[in-house]
């Protein structure tokens, strides 16, 4: 049994900030863990516009606390989020989100980030294979 806090991740390496500052994510579960899924909790400030694109993992998202602009790119289709709204990435879909107000969320990516990845200029996760241990 693996036991954490995201109090002891802080600071650390899986404690990461865009290089824009409109985003950070503790990422609390990493493939390194070798269960097959990360787990991270994700903050976006408000009134940031944010692009991304999982074209190698799925993703779910549920929103823990915070209002704002869920659009999906690829199929002209935007939602409005709120505390307890869930989005699933089935599709590899280009998003974008735009937080009113602070966006607090927890997401579950399959297969797991590893936690090197690094976005490139399209938001994009390069697949990164890594033994468990
Ligand atoms: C909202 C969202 O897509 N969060 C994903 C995780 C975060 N961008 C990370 O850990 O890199």
């Known amino acids: 049994m693996i036991v954490r806090s ?5 600071g650390t390496d899986r404690d990461v900030t865009s290089d824009d500052g409109n985003w950070r994510s503790k990422r609390i579960v990493l493939g390194g863990d070798g269960v097959g899924f990360s787990f991270h909790e994700t903050t976006i400030e408000p009134n940031t516009v944010n ?3 999982y074209a190698n993992h799925v993703e779910a998202v549920w929103l ?3 209002e704002g602009t869920l659009t999906d790119l690829d199929n002209d289709k935007v939602y409005e989020l709120g505390p307890g709204s ?5 599709g590899h879909e280009r998003h974008r989100l735009e937080p009113r107000t602070r966006m607090r969320m927890l997401c579950v990516f399959n297969p797991p980030v590893t936690g090197r990845e690094v976005h490139d200029e399209n938001g994009v996760y390069p697949l990164i294979e890594v033994a468990a241990g």
């Open 6 to 10: 995201t109090a002891e991740i802080t």
């Open 51 to 53: 692009k991304f694109h």
């Open 64 to 66: 823990v606390e915070g």
């Open 86 to 90: 869930m989005y699933l990435l089935d």
